[in-house]
């Protein structure tokens, strides 16, 4: 879960990243490129094109150039005209005068509107002549389009513009609205001309309500030079003309379109009047759509992970991101243009960490379940191997007890010896079930006041006859006084464990020293032997389940590695420590620190610093 949370967050951030926009338009332009529609244009362009421009005279001639070019449309009798030509200085009156007139001699014409920069920064309107403007069916409109400042190309046209000046609506929507004779009526999400509303929200992170501009195929709408008008006038009568200049040595606004291609200025407004006209708008996907589509994808991604592993899981993740990269196009069909790399990277992301997770996950879950089969197989042989003893002792005591004919006192030692051994027998059992359960966190330990003294006693009788077949002898430094709370009988199998190591690891001849000291409400209990001992990397591991010294495996002693773990973590269940101190050849102490039960334990301590100094 937290995997793919993150990973949805780092695709979704770098998603946000204004270059990758570039790679959210390369799709965009993709998916546009390949549509073909059946569409009959109902505008044209009337060019000044490079020819015309330069036949009558270049820039200097301009007024004169366009006034000539109106005057031959008006001819050829259009429905309306609308020209991104600026009209918003005066050149010379009598060609000025030439050039309203012209204005006044076609039926309906629309002006543009110019947005110029001042020297304080701010944009002005610059606005066509009144004289100029006086002929014009509606308020003049913006020609402004929205290039992107990354790749440079015109997908959108801005269908308001709005500086402190003022707001100008497009030239585009004023002709729409001059051709059907009905006004521009807005709402915060959309722009209406009669029955035709453009989807176009007013937003405050992308201003000017954007469309987008679906562009015909180059040639659909007809380009006619100024100079041919009167050879194909019946291409332009009744119909919307868009004058402008497309001459390449006098057009300022060159457009690149998504299919690469460079137009001029006035073509493109033809092409966004066709875009109105055909009524198919796309929108860009709510964001709120966006972050649902990517946690969708994030979630598919994480529970196919979660819910099948191997081969399925990972079909399913290629599934998920063939998917994400299809959805743009999906999208697109509904007239939706939703970004393409945040779905493909937080898909591809979201797939690629869960499966790293499954993978590293199960490779970690078999560990575990190796580790605690291993550690079963051991607790059961160690088992075994503690049983071994009283087994024996119980199968001989019984077997001489049936064959022979015995005095009463040994056949009553042997009952004795039957008993406590089969009691032993069940304390192990008790003991190794206790373990399990305790490294399994299922148990919860007894908590009930013993005496330390007595189980370090009954520890001591039960450790003699193994110490005097070694002759190693053991001494009781003091009397153990003091209580625990806790687990009697784990407590005895720690030290009963400490007390055999000892024996084990001495060789013969050697002294055993049980020491004990009850201060400030602390116990410390040590076992300090003379013998094989161990150096400071051994010391490190001796507390690792199954760890074997190479001294005591040499020595011949049989073990399991065990004991000192069950024996920590007993300890550890008391709330208590065991300190070590150990030098090869020398000896080792085995300290138990645990804190001592009861008001009494300072008494105690009087008592023991007394007999100390005694
Ligand atoms: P076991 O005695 O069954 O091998 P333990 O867990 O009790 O297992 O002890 C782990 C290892 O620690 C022993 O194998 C031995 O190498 C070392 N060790 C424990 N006690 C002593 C000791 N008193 N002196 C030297 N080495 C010891």
Redesign the pocket.
Known sequence: MAVVAGCFVLGWTVAQLPPVKRIDNYAYDLLTARTQPLWTPHSVVVAIDEKTFRERGGTPKIREIESDALERIARADPLLVATDVILADPVEPVQDARLEMALRSLRKVILPSDLAAEQGGSAKWEDPLPRFQAAAASQPGHVELMEDRLDGVTRQIPLERIVPDGRRWSLLLQTLSVARNQPIVETPDEVEIGALSIPAQRSVRIPGRPMYIRYLPQGRIPVIPVLDIERRWTDIRGRVVFLGVTALSAARDRVVTPSGESISGVEALAQSYETLLRGEFLTDARLGTVVLVCIGLAAAAGTAFRLFSGWAAYMLGAAIMAFAVYLPALFFRSQVVLPAFAPAAVAWLCTAGAASYQHFFERRQLKRAEAERSRYQQAIH?AAHEMRTPLTAIQGSSEIMARYNLPDAKRAQLTDMINSESKRLARIIQTFLDVERLADGQMELKREPFSVGEIVDACLKRVTALAERKKIGILLNNEVIGELIGDRELMEYAIY??L???V???PAGTNIQVISELKDGELRLS?K?Q????DAK?LKN??K?F???K???ASG???????????EQIVAQHGGRIDVT?EPAT??C?TLVLEAHGAGSANHSNALSRAGDG
Do not use: P, Q
């Open positions: 160690w464990n400490l055999t190591n000892a084990k690891y001495s076992v032997d013998g094989m001992g161990m051994e001796i507390f389940k760890y074997r010294t001294r005591a495996e002693e049989v073990g399991t590695g065990i004991g000192l773990s069950i024996v150990s000896g080792s085995f």
